[in-house]
């Protein structure tokens, strides 16, 4: 047994790689082995002590106690803000350390300092029910909020990380839930390249400590043993250098449902070899030692394995002194603290996306009474969303937040008025009598997550997690009917992680305010823009179909058809839209240069006026489109964003950059390539459609250059 009789493994001065390999060089190949899978021993003689992998953090702290609970990612994605994304995971990542510092955590091993965060996996089909733990539907939108939210969570110490952040899950991953462990995801080059992976390299090159490989196959070969996926795409064409670890417990479908082995110890053999450094569980792994002496794998592959795992524990500062990390001096007095409560109340605000506004909203004091009614007011699972969700102490349902908001003078009352799936036991009309009462009827409607998830917590799914369909349960809507006879303005609050149909309630409100998951201030938030403390600024990360007649089957993993870029029925809601309370006026576009050589960028500007009497953000979008090519091409393709704040009468001078990056394609070969042709660039706050206009969307101004 070799002694730790050397203190180069402990030198802090001395570079990572000696480090590492020093303490390698140190343990047997059974301290080796140990370390390889989730909550790993301690090795006593050099003073390591035990390790517990990895927690979740997608929008709070999750199974640790109270903690801030942010909106669900697909909310955040809504807000299309870079720097308020880096906030939250920043806020996020300060609890964490705050806990792991904290002797109330104790013994070892304290909280983790790896999360399995952020999930940039594309929502491809409305059904999946994981939908809300992404950042929607565009390759570029959930690489740029991803990456804001890995910067978030590291910090910017030039040795050490606040947290380690997950890219997961690699790579193609969007439902069905219920065939995870034993479905093949069959994909082109072309989607893969243009739709499916691109998340994973914008958060690369931030870089991510670590990558996790997900349940499925793709394209025949498990994503845990793809040496396409782990060694051909990520450490090859990516260069990542850092831990990649499986998903919990997905080796053991390797040789279970998928049975690409005949047993436990060949997927050891073939996920370790093949790059999976980390197992979450202990289905193979435990069998490496045996795979060594039957000669299915060299100690060098642990090797290799062990000094990716031991970087992101350096990199924790798990091995030096607590003074030297300046992460270990975050106290207990930042969880839940005032500054994150606002900061989750704000998030919540920039999340809501407005859809309908026949002008009854902003809500005024002659407005009342008010009657707040619906399955989901003063639910508060609709507030956590789905997938391990945390808790925390100040939770805010809508109805308290609507009445926490409302003017004094103003009367408020509340019913449920019908339950979120099945009719009520007993026809009762006092709802409909509170209804004919009131000015306004404010309806919370819609799923809720016990409804749409990860398998484990929907227990109110009959589809594994996923929705078998996307209408609002007909209770809801026979319930929004009778609201609708009695004759008074209508305002939809709705609830959900992922789209559903809306187009009977869009028919039958006068205003549709989508809230999403809001987190534990959601609805406080929902309180601030119905009363107009707030003018709502979200936009949809993803396209609302009119029906499941519009979308492919669900096993089908090709994106003809599917998200704004190739689906071609006209939506009931665009990627993209999304009103506000004020008015946007784009004007004044101009271009560098009207013709340009490939490899070369160009300018575009616009002035953005404020023409309404709030002040409000404003998401401005570009987009590209390629005419005439001789390739299969998206319909548009976003290539920038920016959030800006106008007050009324207020214009502000834009100006992007349009690289050589944005003006490529892809062709079926998955290569990236510069086709000559005219392309039409458009800015505007909403995707550039007749159906955007027709749903009130400020008109985008567009401008054509030639690539030469």
Known sequence: ERTDDSTIWKNPELPLAVRIADLIDKMTLEEKISQLTADSPAIERFGIEPYKLGGECLHGICNSGR??????PIGMASS?????????????????????????????PRMPLLFYTPVINIVRDPRWGRAQETY??????????????????????????????????LAVQSGPENLRTSFDAVVSKKDLFETYLPAFEALVKVNVATVMATYNRVNGEHCCGSKFLLKEFLRGRLGFKGQVVSDGGALAS?????????NALETAALCLRTGCDHEIGRNAYPLVGEAIEKGMLDEADVDLALSRILKVRFQVGEFDSPELNPYTEIKENVIQCSKHIKLARKTACKSMVLLKNNGILPLREKDQPILVTGPTAGDLQVLLGNFYRGVSGDLRTIVEGIVANSPEGVTITYQPGCFLTHDNLFDSH???????????????????????????????????GDKAGIDIPECQMKFLREMKAEGKPIVAVVTCGSPIALQEVHELADAVLLA???GE??????????????????KLPVTFPKSLDQVPHFEDYTLTGRTYRYMNDEPMYPFGFGLSYTSFEYTAPGISRKRVVAGRSLKVKVSVTNTGQQTSDEVVQLYLKKHDSALVVPNYSLKDFVKITLAPGKTKKLSFTITPEMMSLIDMEGDSIHEPGMFSVYVGGSLPDARSAALGAAKPVELKFELI
């Open 430 to 464: 006092w709802t409909a009598g509170i209804a004919k009462w009131s000015e306004v009827v404010v309806v919370v409607l819609g799923y809720s997550p016990l409804m749409e998830g990860e398998q484990g917590e929907c227990i109110g799914s009959v589809a594994g």
């Open 516 to 518: 999403w998951y809001p």
């Open 521 to 538: 201030q959601g609805g406080m938030a929902v309180g601030e823009i119905l009363f107009g403390k707030e003018s709502p600024s979200g």
């Open 254 to 262: 390797v040789h279970g449902g998928h049975k690409v082995t005949a």
């Open 67 to 72: 903690a801030t609970q942010f909106p669900m």
């Open 80 to 108: 299309f803000d870079r720097k308020l994304l880096q906030k939250v995971a920043d806020a996020v990542s300060d609890e964490a350390r705050a806990k792991s510092n904290s002797p109330a955590w104790g013994p070892e």
């Open 136 to 169: 929607g539907e565009d390759p570029y939108l959930s690489g740029e909020l991803g990456s804001a939210y890995v910067k978030g969570l590291q910090g910017d110490h030039p040795k050490y990380l606040k947290v380690a952040a997950c890219a997961k899950h």
